[in-house]
């Protein structure tokens, strides 16, 4: 399907951008994702969404994982975000890389429904076969190493969710994987569609969204990476009779934007005395010699595939993601709960692609 207001975004030149709110703690080595902060019970989560909102962003992503980050303390995705959706009223709501496994999809279509319907239409489902062995297991969940079956249940349950929206009458549904008898979903969400997201770039994942999203996302990489992952992708929909023309684009990163290379070292040593307290590990020698003003270039492991830098370095690096196709970027600030990184970021940087 293609979205007129996607081809006018695209045609002007201007990008979504969305914000991931911090919902787990994660000082750590690599300074990989956020809150640096050693308590998640520390984090204002929703004051943060809040302000996300104020400052303008387009849309506020909640991760959906049941043990993640420092002590394994993360809050439950849905219920995250359903509260975040009470205390917002414009951008628009997902989980980042929503869990099928983890809920049983006719429960998570009711689930999206609601929301979406109460939220006034603003949810978009972004889905995911399931990559986090460890916690499924963990938690007594039903879980298949093999990759590929995962992929084919997730079509399954997309066509579930699709045959109780599209349906104002009960339904029986006989798939491999999942049964209905009778059911019927009602009140139906507001949108008419909710947009499917898919991402990364497994040979299932790619085939499939070829054939069936809305919506395809990369996690960091570098530009020469994500041309590679892209090329998969147009090759993928090309084959099922689509282009890139019905399908949203969005980039996942780490971000981390100062006035200037003072203000960026001040921050980058905030975040590594973080790690040091918590004892989540020792900095990168090339992270301590930028601190301390020995070098004036962070790894390429960090500018690569991340965001981060001058608003100038910031804006340059967009520019280049736009280039290559990005219409939406999700955000995890680095900075924080702090709001000062993202507040500067929509005055500074955002409003050039907007």
Partial sequence: MISAELAARRKAGTLKMGYCVPAFAMPSPGLFRVPN????????????????ERLGFDSLWVCDHLMLGREQAVLEGWTTLAMIAGATSRAQLGLIHQANLFRAPQIAA????????????????????????????????????????????????INLIKALYASDKPIDFDGKFYQLSGAQLAPKPVQSHIPVWLGEAFDPVIELSGRIADGWNSTPVTLTELARRLAL???????????????????ETQILVAPDLKTLRRKVAGLVERMVETRSGEPQPEVTDFVAGRVDRLPEAMT???????????????????????????????????????????????????
């Fill in 233 to 251: 992708l147009d090759a993928s929909l090309a084959k099922a009779g689509r282009s890139r023309a019905e399908v949203e684009i969005s980039f």
């Fill in 37 to 52: 902060v050693a308590r998640i019970e520390d984090v204002d989560v929703l004051g943060n969404a809040r302000e996300a």
């Fill in 110 to 157: 009711k689930m999206m429904s609601t929301l979406d319907l109460l939220s006034g239409g603003r949810f978009i489902h972004f889905f995911e076969a399931g990559m986090g062995r460890p916690e499924q297991v963990a938690y007594g969940l039903d879980w298949d190493d093999n990759h590929d079956a995962r992929v084919e249940r997730l079509e399954e349950a």
């Fill in 304 to 354: 690569g595939p991340w965001i981060i830098g001058t608003a100038e370095e910031a804006k340059a690096r967009i520019t280049e993601l736009r280039g290559q196709g990005v219409d939406h970027l999700m955000l995890w600030f680095m900075d924080a709960p702090e709001t000062d990184g993202m507040a500067y970021f929509m005055e500074e940087v955002a409003p050039g692609f907007r």
